[in-house]
């Protein structure tokens, strides 16, 4: 069964018997945080399942990505966003935008934060942002796998001084540790009401953005630092014949320089991307994948209102709310 259905009855609602009943809880939980604090890692640990892309690289996510955690008890849309940061051109306008107006639309806001005793400026920025909301914020104090346990304590004091919070969680992505008492938390203050989606849904996102962005995870992971914030990919064509899929999708840079580290010697670099993407491609898809790679330079694409919306970064999601 794909993961990828969408289920729309009755003007947006998935009524299903067998797991809806008077105390059955649903709504909308946002993740926000600084870029590279484990937003992505989490949400694929809380469903389960990978959807969202992670890199060491900051600013891995760029678009709003909803996945769905259904139980008994209730149903959690998860939206990961951005990180928030200083935008430097107009993918950063979209991805700040993305983020900040995704605290006005949920039922519960997840801000992320590292264990950590000093506060920057960044993190005050997004305090600011949350004091403006009514919606209850859950700090999660995240990689707690890389700190002693005693020492969770101070950072959740110096957090709790800041501002008021609905609850504290520290947890681990990474390691999957507490993530249970923070659904726990969650559903706690989720309305009471029938679920969006049917229960076997994980994610809206379509399968070709799916795709692309596995193809980009893995260019993130290979190129050099200057190359990755510079890169998108788009699929020109997705085609399914019997038991295999056929792929085309094309690496956008912005420099010629660029597409000859992306090339790589006699196509090696291209090939790795290639061959790495194309493993979880057909883990996902469950069937074999024949997998094409092109590259190709636009410059400056990320400051092309044009470019962005051809690459998936449509600024009529900004333009919703």
Known sequence: MSILNRCFIDGGYRRKGDILNENFKSGFVTLIGRPNVGKSTLMNCLIGQKIAITSKKPQTTRNRIQTVYTSEEGQIVFVDTPGIH??????????VNIAERSLKEVDVVLW?????????????????????????????????DTVKR?????????????????????????????????????????PYGPAFYDEDTVTDQPQRQ??????????????EEEIPHGIAVSIESMKFRKKICDIDATIVCEKESHKGII??????????????????????????????????????????????????????EMDMF
């Open 86 to 95: 200083k935008a430097k051109n107009k993918l950063g306008d979209y991805m």
């Open 112 to 144: 992320l934060v590292e264990p950590t005793t000093f506060i920057g400026a960044g993190e005050r920025h997004i305090i600011e942002e949350l004091k403006k909301v009514k919606t209850p914020v859950i700090l999660v104090i995240n990689k707690t």
């Open 150 to 190: 005693e020492e969770v304590l101070l950072f959740i004091d110096t957090y709790r001084k800041e501002m008021e919070f609905a609850e504290i969680v520290p947890v681990s992505a990474l390691k999957a540790d507490n993530t249970d008492t923070l659904i726990a938390c969650i559903m706690k203050y989720l």
């Open 263 to 316: 090339i790589g010697k006699q196509g090696g670099m291209l090939k790795k991307i290639g061959s790495l993407a194309r493993r979880e491609i057909e883990d996902m898809l469950e069937i074999k994948v024949n997998l094409q790679l092109w590259v190709k330079v636009k410059k400056d694409w990320r400051d092309s209102d044009f470019l962005l919306k051809n690459f998936g970064y449509d600024k009529k």
């Open 210 to 223: 799916i795709v692309a962005e596995l193809i980009r995870e893995k260019a993130l992971r290979c190129l």
